[in-house]
Nanobody, 115 residues
Framework: QVQLVESGGGLVQAGGSLRLSCAASGSRFSIGVGRWYRQAPGKQRELVAAIISGGQTNYADSVKGRFTISRDNAKNTVYLQMNSLKPEDTAVYYC?????????WGQGTQVTVSS
């Protein structure tokens, strides 16, 4: 059973930075596709960033130039570096990863950006 454990959320002032981590365990396979989603109160969950096994990345327009998704295959971990944070980035951030043929979700981590 694949487990994804997220960490790194918290409270930060506008303009600050946070780094989220998503570590996969329980499988002999590496993360194939890693994605970060977020869900703000009263809003639908939205895709923030994605990275595939070859290292190609994709970002939502709202975070381009501020967020960077990366991976460490040795640690089977995906990261989301968030810079120049804005109050509108406040949300619960969820990791989703395709490990082997299994798509799994993390438990979510709260990111709160104060103005």
């Amino acid at each position: 059973q694949v487990q994804l454990v997220e960490s790194g959320g918290g409270l930060v002032q506008a303009g600050g930075s946070l780094r989220l981590s998503c570590a996969a365990s329980g499988s002999r396979f590496s993360i194939g596709v890693g994605r970060w989603y977020r869900q703000a109160p009263g809003k639908q969950r939205e895709l923030v960033a994605a990275i595939i096994s070859g290292g190609q990345t994709n970002y939502a327009d709202s975070v381009k130039g501020r967020f960077t998704i990366s991976r460490d295959n040795a640690k089977n971990t995906v990261y989301l570096q968030m810079n120049s944070l804005k109050p509108e980035d406040t949300a619960v951030y969820y990791c989703n990863a395709l490990v082997g043929l299994i798509s799994s979700w993390g438990q979510g981590t709260q990111v709160t950006v104060s103005s």
